[in-house]
C-alpha cells in the first residue's frame, strides 16, 4: 500500500498531535539540559504546518513536506527549526513529484533527512543529539526495505530504532548544541531533539498503518 | 511564576509595543515575523548591521537600535533564535548595495537560522555577511562543545561596528573590524537564581541557597561549576582571573570593562562589582580606559553579573566614543 | 539572602567605589559621611540642587548627580535617610550665595534629617530651602499617617528643577518650580516580590506565589492592599486609574509617563507594561509627551513596578528636554 | 545617691549594651511594620556613642548627653535618629552644667526629651510611636520624684511605664511614621521605636542602681 499526498499530509497532522500531546514533556528535558523550550518551539511550529495543511493539501507527498519544511524553518526556530526544516526539505527534494510513495521511497527519503541534518550540524551519533535517534531510524528503515516490509513497516522499523537511540542518550555527554554547555553534567539525560524525533517517527508509523 | 505578563505566548509582541510607544523618535517595530529597525531606515550608502537572538536579554538587541549603532534587530521567541522569515524581513527594510553584516551570537539555534537567512539574502542579490562573536570564556572551545557563547561582548562589537559603519566603512573594513573585535573580547557570568521563562512557568533551573553557578550563560546555561556563595571581592576576582587569563590579558592593555547585571541584580550590587573590577585590574597593570556599568544583556530576572573586558586601541576607541543615540545607549547626540 | 556584597555593613561605601571608578569625569565622591557631588562643583553663581535619602534605590540620587540635574546626592544606609552631617558636608562642597534646594522624599526620617541639615546650613548662613516630594497616592494623605510618600515622581523633579537651576533661575524660582513639580505628579507602585535588606538578610515581606502587594512603598513598606496576581493588562489598568483619579488628570492633558523597574523587573516587562499603559492614557484623550522606560528609582531587588504620571506644559517640557548628562540620565551631551 | 558624668557615662554605656543585645529583635519589630532596620540604626549609633566616651567622658552629665545626642543625630539616621537625639539634646540642655544629678534632674531631663521628641515628631499618645512609651514613662518618674524616690527608682518607675507603654501599641493603628502606610495592618505588633525606648529605660535604671 502506497502513502499518496492526503496520506502524508495525514501522517504529518498526528505529528503535530503528538508534538501537542508531549509538548510539555519536551520541554522538561530541554530544561534538565538545555534552554526549557523545545516542546514549545516544536508546537508552535507543527501547530503552523497543521493551518498550512488545513489551508490546502499540496498535490504530492513531496509537495506536503515541503509545506512542513518551510514552515518548520520560519515558526520553530532555536537550532532544531532549522534541523528539522531541513531534514523535511531535503527529504521533500528527494521525493520529487512523485504522487505515490513506497517503502523504498521512504527509507531514501528518511536518508536524505539525516544527511541533510548532518550537513547542517556536523553532529555523529554519540554526539547526544537528534542524529542519535535519526541515524539508527534510517538505518533499520533500510533494512526493513531490503527485507521486503511495505510503508508502515518500514516507518515502524525506524520509529522502534529511533526509541532505541533517543534512550541510548542519557549516559552520553552531549557534544553539540546547548546541552554540550553541560559537559559532563549532560549524562543522565535523554537528549530532547532525539526524544523528539523517535515520538515523531513513532506518530509517523501509527498513521500510516 | 510571578511576571507582569499577560499571555506567555504573546509577550515578545507586547514588550515590543512598549518599546515602539516609548521610542518613536528612534526605531520602528514590525510584527509577525518581529522586526525592530531605525527610524529612518534604509540608510542610503551605509552598510547595515543587523544583529537578534532569543527575547529575554533586553536592551540587548531590541535596545541598541539607531544612530551609530544597529540598523536592526531580531528579536525571537523568549530564549530562542529568530527564524530565518525575520532576519530576512530586517535585512530588506535596511540593506541597500552597501551590504550588511549580521551579528550573530554563537549559539547553534542563531547561527544555524542566521546563516539561513543569509544564504536567501544572497539569494536576492545582496551582500550580506555574518560575523559570530563568542567571547564566553566559561565554556571550553574544543570539538567537544557546540564552542564558546556569544554573552556581553556583544554590546561593545556591536557599538563599534556600528560607529564604523556609520562613519562610512565599507562593508569588507566592518566585517574585519567585528572580526577583530571578536578576537579580543572575553567575558564571564555568574548566576545567584534562575530565569524563569514565561511559558514555561518553572525556573530553568534550580540553586541552594548558598550556592552560585560559575559561567552560567544568558539562557540560565550552566556554566564551569556550581560554587558555594563567596563575598563579591571573592567571586569577582575569581571572574576577573577567568577573563584575563583566558586572552590573555596582560599588564600594559587598555581595556574597557563592561560590568553587566544579568536583570535581577540591582545597580548597588552591579556597581560595587564594579569597583571591585577595577581595583583587580588596576592592580595587574591593566589600564580601564573606557566602562559600562548596568544591565546590558540580561536573562530574564535572572540574578547575576557579567564581566566583559575588550582590549582598545585607539581606533576602538574612537569608535566607542562616537554619537550614539539608540534607546538604551546614548551618548554625543 | 545571596547578594553580590562583601559585609552588609560596608555595601553602601563599597558601591560608592564602583560609581567613582565608572564615572569619575561626573562625580566626585566622598566617604564618611559619604556624599556625591558633581566632579565640577561647587558651580559658582548656580542654585545647587541636593538630594539624597536612603540607600537601595540606585539610580536615584547618586546616578543622578551631574550636570542638568543634581548638584549632590546624599546616600544613607540602605533604606535609611542620611544623617544631618551628611547632608550639610553636601551643602557645604557645593552651596555658594545662590543657595541650595534641598529634594527631600516624605519619609519621616528624610524629612528630620534633611531638615536639621536644613537648620545647620541656615546657621552658617545659607540659603537653604527644602521641598518635600510626596507624590505616592497609595497612602491616603491624611492626619491618620505620616503623608503621602515620596517615589517615582523624584526623577522628573530632580531633572526638571535641575535643568532650572542650570540655566540660572534664582532659588526662588526654582523653589516654586518644585512646588509646582510637587502639585502635579502622582505615582503607584506594585511589587511581585520582596526586597532583602542586606544587613537584615531576610525579605522585607512575605507574598504568596500568587499575590502582589498593589501600592507598594520604595522600601517594601505595604500599600493600599494585597490583590491577586492579575494580567498585566488589569493590573496597568488598575495602577494608571489609581493614578489619573487622584490628581486627577483629565481628558486633553499632556503627560510625562515614567514607567519604572522597582528592580527585579527586566525591560521586557517594564516595556510590556508601559506599551499598555501608553494605550490606556490614549483611550482617556491624556497625550503621552514624554516618557522614560527603565529602573530608576529601585528598591533593591524588588520586582515590581510603579508609574509616574507628570501634567506638563511647555516650561517644564523645555526643561525636560535640557541636556543632561549623569551616570544614569543622559541626554544632550 | 546621685549621678556623676562617669556614672550617666555608665548608664549610656549600658544602654548601648542593651541595644547590641536587642538589635535582632528591633529589627525584626521593624520588619514587621516598618523597613527593617530600627535595631541596625539603634545599634550604630550607640556603637558610636561607646567609641564617644571611650575616647573620653566629658565633666558633667549634661555634656556626657549631649556627646551622646550629636553622636545619635549624625549616626542613626532614619526618624529615630532625629528623635532620640533631640531627646538626649534637649534633656542635656535641661540639665545644664550641674556636675551630679538628682532625682529631680532626672525627672525634668525626662520631661524635656519627650518635649523635644513631640515638637520633632509631631506624635501623640495612641499613634504608636516611642511617645506611647515616653510620656507615661515621664509622668510616672513624675510621680515616683514626688513620692521622694531615688534616681535609680524614678528611673525604674520610668522603665516600667514605658514598658507597659510600648506594650499598649499592639493592638494600635499606627499613625506616624513608616508604620503608618500599613494602616489597620499594623494592628497586632509592638512599635519599634517605643520597644527600644522601653528597653534603654530599663537598662538605664538597672545602671544607676
Ligand atoms: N549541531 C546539532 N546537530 C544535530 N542536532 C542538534 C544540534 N544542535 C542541537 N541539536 C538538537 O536540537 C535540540 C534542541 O532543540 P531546541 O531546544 O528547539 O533548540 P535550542 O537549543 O536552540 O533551544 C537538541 O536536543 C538536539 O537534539
Ligand atoms: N513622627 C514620629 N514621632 C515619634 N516617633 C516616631 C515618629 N515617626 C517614627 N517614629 C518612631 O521611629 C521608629 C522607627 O525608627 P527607625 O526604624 O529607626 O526609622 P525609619 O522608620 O526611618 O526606618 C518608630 O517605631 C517610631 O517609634
Ligand atoms: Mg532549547
Ligand atoms: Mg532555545
Ligand atoms: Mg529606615
Ligand atoms: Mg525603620
Known amino acids: 500500500m502506497g502513502c499518496n499526498a492526503e496520506r502524508a499530509a495525514g501522517v504529518l497532522r498526528a505529528g503535530a498531535a503528538t508534538v501537542a500531546e508531549h509538548k510539555t514533556e519536551l520541554t522538561e528535558l530541554d530544561r534538565a539540559i538545555g ?6 518551539n516544536l508546537d508552535r511550529g507543527f501547530a503552523a504546518v497543521l493551518a498550512a495543511l488545513d489551508a490546502g493539501v499540496p498535490e504530492t507527498p513531496g509537495a506536503v513536506l515541503k509545506v512542513a519544511a518551510t514552515t518548520l524553518i520560519s515558526k520553530v526556530g532555536g537550532a532544531a527549526g532549522p534541523l528539522y526544516g531541513t531534514a523535511f526539505l531535503r527529504a521533500a527534494t528527494k521525493l520529487g513529484d512523485a504522487s505515490e510513495l513506497d517503502a523504498a521511497a521512504v ?90 524525533t523517535a515520538l515523531l517517527l513513532r506518530s509517523f508509523a501509527e498513521a500510516s498503518r | 511564576m510571578k511576571k507582569i505578563i499577560n499571555d506567555p505566548a504573546a509577550v515578545v509582541a507586547e514588550s515590543l509595543r512598549g518599546l515602539e510607544a516609548a521610542h518613536a523618535d528612534l526605531v520602528r517595530v514590525t510584527y509577525d515575523p518581529n522586526h525592530v529597525v531605525r527610524a529612518d531606515a534604509p540608510v542610503s550608502g551605509k552598510v547595515a548591521v543587523i544583529s537578534g537572538g532569543g527575547s529575554g536579554h533586553e536592551p540587548l538587541h531590541t535596545g541598541f537600535v539607531g544612530a551609530g549603532m544597529l540598523d536592526a534587530a531580531v528579536p525571537g521567541p523568549v530564549f530562542t533564535s529568530p527564524t530565518p522569515d525575520a532576519v530576512q524581513a530586517a535585512v530588506a527594510a535596511t540593506t541597500g548595495h552597501a551590504g550588511a553584516l549580521l551579528v550573530v551570537k554563537n549559539y547553534t539555534g542563531d547561527v544555524l537560522n542566521f546563516e539561513t537567512a543569509a544564504e536567501l539574502a544572497a539569494a536576492e542579490g545582496l551582500d550580506v555577511r555574518s560575523v559570530v562573536i563568542d567571547d564566553d570564556v566559561a565554556v571550553a572551545d574544543s570539538t567537544f562543545t557546540a564552542g564558546r557563547r556569544g554573552v556581553g561582548g556583544t554590546v561593545p562589537l556591536e557599538k563599534i561596528v556600528g560607529a564604523a559603519a556609520a562613519r562610512g566603512d565599507g562593508l569588507d573594513a566592518v566585517e574585519a573590524l567585528a ?121 530574564l530576572e535572572m540574578q547575576g553579573i557579567s564581566l566583559t573586558l575588550l582590549r582598545m586601541d585607539d581606533e576602538l576607541t574612537e569608535l566607542w566614543d562616537a554619537p550614539v543615540h539608540t534607546p538604551s545607549l546614548r551618548w554625543g547626540a
Open chain 2, 179 to 299: 572580526r577583530r573585535v571578536v578576537g579580543q573580547v572575553r567575558s564571564i557570568g555568574v548566576a545567584l537564581s534562575p530565569p524563569t521563562v514565561p511559558h514555561a512557568g518553572e525556573p530553568s533551573f534550580d540553586l541552594g541557597e548558598d550556592e552560585i553557578e560559575f559561567g552560567i550563560g544568558i539562557h540560565g546555561e550552566p556554566g564551569r561549576e556550581r560554587i558555594a556563595a563567596e563575598p563579591a571581592d571573592a567571586l569577582v576576582e575569581r571572574m576577573i582571573t577567568a577573563v584575563i587569563d583566558d586572552l590573555p590579558f596582560a599588564e600594559g592593555d587598555d581595556v574597557l570593562l563592561l560590568t553587566n547585571s544579568m536583570g535581577g541584580t540591582p545597580p548597588m550590587e552591579t556597581y560595587l562589582a564594579h569597583g571591585i573590577a577595577e581595583r583587580l585590574l588596576a592592580d595587574r597593570g591593566i589600564r580601564v580606559t573606557r566602562r559600562l556599568v548596568g544591565p546590558y544583556v540580561t536573562s
Open chain 1, 107 to 196: 527509507a531514501a527519503g528518511l536518508r536524505a533527512a539525516l544527511d541533510g541534518v548532518v550537513a547542517r550540524g556536523k553532529a555523529e551519533v554519540g554526539d547526544a543529539t537528534m542524529v542519535d535517534a535519526l541515524e539508527p531510524a534510517v538505518e533499520a528503515a533500510e533494512r526493513a526495505h531490503a527485507d521486503g516490509e511495505n510503508v508502515a513497516a518500514v516507518l515502524t522499523a525506524a520509529a522502534d530504532a529511533a526509541k532505541e537511540g533517543a534512550d541510548s542518550t542519557v549516559p552520553l555527554t552531549a557534544r553539540k548544541g546547548r546541552a554540550s554547555y553541560l559537559g559532563e553534567r549532560s549524562v543522565g539525560h535523554a537528549d530532547p531533539g532525539a526524544t523528539s
Open chain 1, 35 to 40: 534552554d526549557a523550550d523545545h516542546g514549545e
